[in-house]
């Protein structure tokens, strides 16, 4: 049984989204607008993915 380890999760999201990303080469990206949401430590998780979801479109953009 593997064991789900939050900033390893965090890691394999920006692997990934950065395969797809060098992959397409596309010319714009968008993350939608969270909305609110009751449980605490389900929105600061999604807070830190939307951010790796922002960050890796940018860094291309970038040239990085």
């Known amino acids: 049984m593997a064991i789900w380890i ?5 890691c394999q999201l920006h692997d990934g989204l ?3 990303i060098h992959a397409h080469k596309p ?12 449980d605490a430590v389900a ?7 939307r ?4 960050l890796v479109p940018a ?5 990085g």
Do not use: Y
């Open 18 to 20: 950065s395969d797809v």
């Open 59 to 63: 860094r291309w953009s970038a040239g």
């Open 6 to 10: 939050w900033p390893r999760w965090l």
């Open 27 to 38: 010319d714009e990206a968008a993350v939608e607008q969270t909305f609110v949401n009751k």
């Open 51 to 54: 951010g790796i979801a922002m």
């Open 43 to 49: 929105t600061l998780k999604l807070g830190q993915a």
